[in-house]
């Protein structure tokens, strides 16, 4: 497959790449990693005049401690991303979520801000940032700006991104003692996307589920909080029959696609399942 | 016999690395995507976009106008000259074929067929310019229910046919004098257990993609091409395009694999012979992965309709087998024979009274259907291993006791069939013995009813499947009987030089298998030259002029015998010449590690290397003697070979996701003496891989339009090494008495025997719950409805999205058209 011709820049600075990206107005696209855009280059699914790169903007790299939370670069590659003790110490729920994201080539050249900006609701990083309360650093035109997780993600393949505005940086909220986290991704086979995912991070006190955030994949067009069953954990016992119970609410305000990789009834049991599961494993009952 | 009896130490049973992995591995290869030419153009093909539907105009004035095109052609252009992709297995006198233009004329029959092709400098303008192509359909209805195609006054795919059907082709025991009539063994059954299967569409999915490359020369041409039968496309492509066959050379270079997919002569191929006869000028055309699995040909597409019938205590008797067969638009070079190689193997192992056979090979507007890895044999290994189970249960019987009661006793070999054939070796019970000591079946087996007992959610399912198939494509009286177009020799000739260094010309060509290597061996023995000294030739039809090519697990066992007798041939040519050097008669001599001596006088003789000095000076030979060792040999077997197996797969299903995962998985297989046991390891580790997937992932599903929705290996998936177990793997050795070498074949059988022994264990597993089987490939959403819903029903619950058919017996609603209209 051979994509339609487009003129290519790779600025050398983020006051340079929003230029250049503003000057290109609509038919301009931000090449970070390309792991996604380009497939759909290949496919003529999408024709964009002008790609810029923003491989050469070192700025944008690398993960940082910064008080209580980790500050990662938007185009911090996910091979880069598993490697960091920061992420394994204070995220590691983004360590295990990243792991099955492609296979190894994929790793090193997709970044972390281009699987968010892709906004693919079948994306397993996407529910990670959502569940973890990331903020999103951008930058445009108009200046710098912070975007909560919660209001980034609008649509399948949407974000709060505005014209010529780039996403910089993800602030992650380190998890304070007493919290733990899993995530449960069902795909078929290794290296394909999800058909389900849930991520669960639990903070367990005396016997009992303290707070809960539970996260979703892939049921619906964006990445969703199941906060019906955050809701019901919260204060509840820590035990099997509890966490089951909470979990049968989970597809409650989701929209589970119906595609060849599932059928949406069987995409809600799943859900159910994998939250039971994801939960029981955080919260290590 | 040869002077294999006597070998020294052995190449044969050597584990060598193979030969040809070296550039492999360092990427030295010659693709043919890799071969440019002074002067070449580049092509690129439209495709249509639509199932079924009349061409009212194509306008091609844009396109040509753009940068770097050299020409734009349609079907029109070619209309006369193109010919017709040609079928050389008419199964039957009566069989419809509709013609296959390699360009589209007046109609597309199905989504991906060629349209119009862009000449271009490079094949980025080529691919650009498609898109200035302009097109109007007039839409036909769509075909792709294989019952419903058969139906009377239906839609007909070619409007030319009196009906959908290609052929209906049938053998029954009772008619064939091989057995007793199929009506009395139904009519006495004490016993009936039916069921309906679904060899679900595969894509063949080979590594390298199909790419060709032809070159123009005076009245011929020379074609590069990835494929597996260089021979017999130089001489189709000859017939179909008029060409004087001694003016066709086509090269195969290396090749990156073909499973049956590449056993063909495409329209792709044709079409750049056309326009490069027609330009003058070389030219070069390379698919994409997505053109690959639209237009490239499918396999398997079968409806199985399974009758069979047994005595109460469990002696099977009778064998009653109904195939729809999807053609899909056209016949390809061996499609309707391809449902009819299975004909001969569901009875398998087993001693049946009666049987029979029809097979009704239906057109459909999807891709065409042919060879692909076992092509015929794996359909049929799993209607009978799926139906031996299915009888288990309802005689609750064990379903190994079932099947020991009706194979093949190995003291009963040879034996011949209730289909006519004769196996020539083997041990069931040896085979059987040993897997299910190496998987440790009994502790499975009490861990699986432990399970059960206490409904863990994870149950444990055992599946077996005890096969046998027939390969070594094949003997050439057998082959016309089945109506077949060419015969099933295979041709090698060597060359011994001065320095006595051993060229082997194989007509056996390979595209991955590791010929270079296996030859070597058997050439290194038989000559008793050193491995080292030997170089295998093959693949270019100047070089190897004779052969009939790889596919059908026959390159060991039809051309590695064509090497044995050719290296018989140099050796008498040498005894005389050794003879005449060491004034002995040719009698006395013996011939051992590669040197001739007088037999009681070792250590005075003469070595191959100074003979071959010898007749190359030629200064000194016997009157009379030309002087050379070179020979050449065709072989024709005199039957098919029938490797067997036991293979046993215990596999964990979490009845709460649906998810199978194989836990262990363990076979044991009988072929024969071993050349290299290294490569037949990586054949049958390979074939598991094919199998299994088949078993759980792979699908190829059209929409109710008749796009193909599994365009991509996003949605059509092919496990990799993560996803499959590590796999015990064990030997049995009947040699094969029809062969000097005692050799059979090994390509296919992982393929050919793992599918229903992957299937038998997720049925079994859902037992409890009274699941009777699970539609392949057993996804997780389709065993989780079975495990729901209980009793078969749900098993077979279309996967694909509402509007879609995951094969031709499913709904059709409308779709919602998402797709259509794409340039690919």
């Known amino acids: 497959m051979i994509p339609a011709s487009f003129e290519y820049e790779r600025p050398a600075n983020l006051d340079a790449a929003v230029r250049v990206l503003q000057d290109g107005g609509e038919d301009a696209k931000v090449l970070a990693g390309g792991q996604s855009l380009l497939p759909v280059l290949r496919l003529r699914l999408s024709y964009p ?93 108009g200046g710098p700006r912070v975007i909560p997780a919660s209001e980034f993600f609008l649509d399948y393949l949407t974000t709060a991104l505005r014209p010529g505005e780039i996403l910089t940086a993800i602030r992650i909220p380190k998890l304070g003692a007493g919290w733990s986290t899993h995530y449960e991704k069902f795909d078929r086979v290794a290296q394909a ?87 029981l494993a955080a919260a290590g009952i | 016999m040869t002077a294999v009896e006597n070998r020294p130490a052995a190449e044969i049973g050597q584990s060598r690395l193979r030969k040809e992995d070296a550039h492999l591995l360092i990427g030295r290869t ?17 495709r249509s976009p639509m199932a079924h539907a009349t061409i009212t105009s194509i306008d091609v004035s844009a396109a040509k106008q753009r940068p770097g095109v050299v020409a734009v052609f349609t079907g029109q252009d070619f209309a006369e000259t193109q010919g017709s992709i040609p079928c050389a297995w008419p199964v039957t006198p009566e069989m419809v074929n509709p013609g296959h233009p390699s360009l ?148 195969a270079p290396d090749v990156g694999g073909g499973f049956g997919g590449k056993l063909q002569v495409t329209p792709e191929e044709v079409i750049c012979t056309l326009v490069a006869r027609k330009l003058g000028k070389p030219v070069k055309y390379t698919e994409s992965r997505s053109e690959s699995l639209m237009s490239a040909h499918h396999g398997r597409d079968q409806i199985q309709d399974i009758t069979i019938t047994a005595k109460r ?19 390809r070079l061996v499609s309707p024979g391809i449902p009819v190689l299975g004909a001969f193997m569901y009875n398998s192992i087993y001693k049946f009274a009666g049987y029979r056979f029809v097979c009704e090979g239906v057109f459909t507007n999807k891709t065409p259907t ?45 034996f011949t069939t209730v289909c006519g054939l004769t196996y020539d070796s083997g041990n069931y019970e040896a085979a059987t013995a040993k897997a299910l000591e190496l998987i440790g079946w009994d502790e499975l087996r009490r861990e699986q009813a432990e399970r059960r007992a206490r409904r863990d959610p994870v149950q444990l399912g055992l599946g077996i499947s005890t096969f046998t ?38 007509g056996a060509s390979a595209h991955g298998q590791g010929h270079e290597t296996a030859w070597s061996q058997i050439v290194a023995d038989q000559l008793g030259v050193p491995f080292d000294d030997i170089e295998v030739i093959h693949g270019d039809t100047q070089s190897s002029p004779k052969g009939l090519d790889t596919y059908g697990s026959r390159s060991l066992v039809v051309g590695g015998i064509a090497v044995v007798k050719a290296a018989d041939k140099v050796v008498e040519k040498a005894r005389a010449i050794a003879a005449h050097m060491l004034e002995a008669n040719p009698d006395d001599l013996e011939f051992a590690g590669g040197s001739f001596s007088v037999k009681g006088s070792p250590g005075s003789g003469k070595t191959i290397q100074e003979i071959a000095f010898a007749a190359f000076a030629a200064h000194d030979l016997p009157d009379g003697m030309e002087p050379s060792l070179d020979s050449d040999a065709t072989f024709d077997p005199e039957n098919f070979s029938f490797p067997h197996g036991t293979h046993l797969c215990a596999i964990d299903v979490d009845t709460e996701t649906g998810r199978a995962t194989i836990r262990k998985y363990a076979c044991v297989d009988d072929i024969g003496e071993v050349i290299n046991p290294l490569i037949a390891d990586g054949q049958i580790h390979g074939g598991l891989a094919q199998g299994i997937a088949q078993a759980l992932y792979e699908e190829a599903v059209y929409d109710a339009d008749g796009n193909l929705t599994t365009g991509t ?112």
């Not at chain 1, 923003?54 to 939370?69: H, V």
Request: glycine fraction near 10%.
């Open chain 2, 313 to 331: 205590d469990g002696t099977v008797t009778g064998l009653d087998v109904h195939l729809f067969a999807d053609m899909g638009a056209y016949l």
């Open chain 2, 30 to 46: 010659t693709w043919t995507d890799n071969i440019t030419l002074p002067g070449m153009l580049h092509l690129a093909i439209l």
């Open chain 2, 104 to 251: 589209a004329v007046t109609q597309v029959n199905h989504v991906g067929e060629a349209v119009a092709v862009v000449v271009a400098r490079d094949k980025y303008l080529a691919q650009d310019a498609l898109e200035a192509i302009d097109i109007d359909y007039a839409p036909l209805p769509v075909v792709l229910d294989m019952e419903a195609a058969l139906v009377a006054d239906t839609t007909l795919v070619h409007g030319h046919t009196s009906s959908n059907r290609s052929f209906t082709w049938t053998f029954e025991s009772g008619a064939a004098g091989t057995g007793a009539p199929i009506e009395d063994t139904l009519r006495d059954a004490e016993v009936t257990v039916r069921r309906r299967f679904i060899q679900q569409r595969l894509i063949p999915s080979f590594m390298e993609p199909r790419s060709t490359v032809v070159s123009p020369n005076g009245e011929g041409v020379t074609m590069w091409s990835a494929t597996q039968v260089p021979h017999i496309l130089r001489t189709m492509l000859a017939l179909t395009l008029n060409i004087p066959e001694h003016k066709v050379r086509v090269i």
């Open chain 2, 370 to 414: 042919d060879a692909y890895r076992g092509a015929g044999r794996p359909e049929a290994t799993f209607a009978i291993e799926r139906i031996m189970d299915a009888l288990a249960g309802e005689l609750d019987m064990d379903p190994m006791e079932l099947r020991r009661k009706n194979w093949i006793k190995h003291e009963e070999f040879p």
């Open chain 2, 713 to 824: 290996f996003v949605d059509y998936l092919l496990p990799s090494a993560s996803d499959l177990p590590s796999f015990l793997t064990g030997r049995t050795v009947s040699p094969s008495t029809t062969n000097p070498l005692g050799v059979k074949g090994v390509g296919e059988a992982g393929t050919i025997a793992s599918t229903p022994a992957v299937v038998n264990a997720v049925v079994d597993a859902l037992k409890p719950w009274g699941v009777q089987d699970v539609q392949m490939p057993c996804t997780p959403e389709r065993i989780w409805r079975a495990v729901a819903e209980g009793v078969g029903g749900a098993a077979t619950a279309d996967r694909s999205a509402e509007g879609t058919v995951a094969y031709g017996g499913a709904s059709t609603a409308s779709s919602d058209g998402s797709g259509e209209g794409e340039q690919l």
């Open chain 2, 469 to 506: 198939e027939m390969c070594g494509l094949a003997p050439s009286r057998v082959l016309g009987s089945l109506d077949y177009g060419a015969g099933g020799w295979e041709n090698a000739s060597i060359r011994v030089l001065a320095t006595g260094k051993v060229e082997v010309v194989t």
């Open chain 1, 193 to 279: 996307w999800s058909i389900v995912g849930v991520a669960a991070a639990v903070r367990r006190s005396n016997g009992s589920i303290a707070e809960a955030r539970v996260g979703l994949t892939n049921m619906g067009t964006t990445p969703l909080r199941a906060s019906l069953v955050e809701d019901e954990l919260s204060g509840a016992a820590a035990s099997a029959a509890t966490v089951a119970s909470a979990s049968r609410s989970v597809t409650e305000g989701t929209h589970a696609p119906n595609d060849l990789a599932g059928h949406a009834d069987y995409r809600n049991h799943l859900a159910q399942v994998l939250t039971r599961r994801a939960v």
């Open chain 1, 49 to 141: 005049e002008l790609l810029v790169d923003l491989g050469g903007l070192a700025e944008l790299r690398g993960i940082r401690e910064d008080g209580d939370a980790i500050v990662i670069g938007s185009m911090t590659t996910h091979d880069e991303v598993l490697k960091s003790e920061l992420v394994r110490q204070h995220a590691p729920l983004l360590a295990q979520a990243t792991a099955t994201v492609g296979d190894r080539q994929v790793r090193h050249l997709g970044t972390f801000g281009g699987s968010l900006s892709h906004a693919d609701p079948a994306g397993d990083l996407p529910t990670i940032a959502l569940t973890l309360d990331a903020q999103l650093h951008a930058t445009g035109p």
